[in-house]
């Protein structure tokens, strides 16, 4: 079964506008770590965001915020008064004590594209 | 600055030869590893390595290798067993289980 899914290959928003990228995760784990990743076109994978299994409070950095829902095992990534820079790919990605070395095992991404 | 380094930027390779990507990191972090990433696609793990001399392998290890000599580097080696090497390769580390991994700017390898 895929440890992470994102639903929407590609997503549009117009510029000042938020917007939400889906992620959803499968884990067995009581204790894992939830984090967002941006990917522009030049390559680099910029972390955004993490979450951890057992934090109360959602996280946020400045105009990122995670959704987490546990019992729904959802965690998705918002961006408020989107940025044409915004423009990249996102990645959503999960560190359990199943995986090996810990290592973080990623979704297929979103594109999102800002529209001005 | 601390970071990560990956060298070349881009590698071109001829079927049949072996070339080896470079990773340097001055963070002091003492996990590491190699992803792979095709178009369109999430990354895939290669490679890791938890502590200096001592590495495993990951989803897609065959026709990679790779050396932990020093805490700094984690060069790979895409032999020629890798029959279709042509993707974008990222390197990482990391401090801890619970922290964010940092990465590379990556190499475009494409087979000619």
């Known amino acids: 079964a895929q440890k992470i899914t994102q639903t929407q290959p590609g997503m549009f928003v117009q510029e000042k506008e938020a917007v939400t990228l889906d992620c959803t995760y499968d884990t067995s784990d009581q204790s894992y770590g939830l984090f967002w990743y941006k990917q522009p076109s030049s390559g680099e994978m910029i972390f955004l965001i993490y979450?951890?299994?057992?934090?109360?409070q959602n996280a946020t950095e400045g105009r990122y915020s995670l959704n987490f829902q546990k019992a729904r095992k959802s965690a998705n990534l918002v961006i408020s008064a989107s940025q044409l820079g915004d423009s990249a790919m996102y990645f959503c990605a999960m560190r359990d004590r199943v995986s090996s070395a810990r290592q973080l095992t990623f979704g297929s991404g979103t594109q999102l594209t800002v529209l001005p | 600055d601390g970071g990560i380094t990956q060298s070349p930027k881009y590698l071109f390779r001829k079927e049949g030869q072996n070339v080896t990507l470079s990773c340097e990191q001055n963070?002091?972090?003492?996990?590491m590893y190699w992803y792979r990433q095709d178009p369109g696609q999430g990354l895939r793990l290669i490679y890791y390595s938890q502590i200096v001399n001592d590495f495993q392998k990951g989803d897609i290890a065959e026709g990679y290798s790779v050396s932990r000599e020093k805490k700094e580097s984690f060069p790979l080696t895409v032999t020629s067993a890798q029959k279709n090497p042509t993707a974008f390769y990222l390197c990482?580390?990391?401090?801890?289980?619970?922290?964010?991994?940092?990465f590379g700017q990556g190499t475009r390898l494409t087979v000619v």
């Open positions: 979450q951890g299994s057992y934090d109360e």
């Open positions: 990482a580390s990391s401090k801890g289980v619970n922290t964010e991994a940092f």
């Open positions: 963070l002091n972090h003492d996990a």
